[in-house]
Nanobody
């Protein structure tokens, strides 16, 4: 069984910073792409950033230059450094990863979500 556990959300003022973390655990053989999504109230879930095992990254236009995705393969962890936060960044942030388990099956896995609220 594989689990993704997120941490680091909270309340921050506009212009502030937060760092999200997501750690995978369980019967993991290999982790491929890792991603952060977010879902604001009344809106569809959207891709925020992604990172490959070789550290190639991609970002939504709305967060380019403000957010940085990184990963520590030895710790099975992906991070999202969020700077210059805006009220429109308020959402539940979800970690997602493509993981091949020890049983040889590759599936997408999701974390439980962490709330980020940007407000004065």
């Amino acid at each position: 069984q594989v689990q993704l556990v997120e941490s680091g959300g909270g309340l921050v003022q506009p212009g502030g910073s937060l760092r999200l973390s997501c750690t995978a655990s369980g019967s993991i053989f290999s982790i491929y792409a890792m991603r952060w999504y977010r879902q604001a109230p009344g809106k569809q879930r959207e891709l925020v950033a992604g990172i490959s095992p070789s550290m190639t990254t991609k970002y939504a236009d709305s967060v380019k230059g403000r957010f940085t995705i990184s990963r520590d393969n030895a710790k099975n962890t992906v991070y999202l450094q969020m700077n210059s936060l805006k009220p429109e960044d308020t959402a539940v942030y979800y970690c997602n990863a493509d993981i091949r388990s020890d049983y040889g099956i590759m599936d997408p896995y999701w974390g439980q979500g962490t709330q980020v609220t940007v407000s004065s």
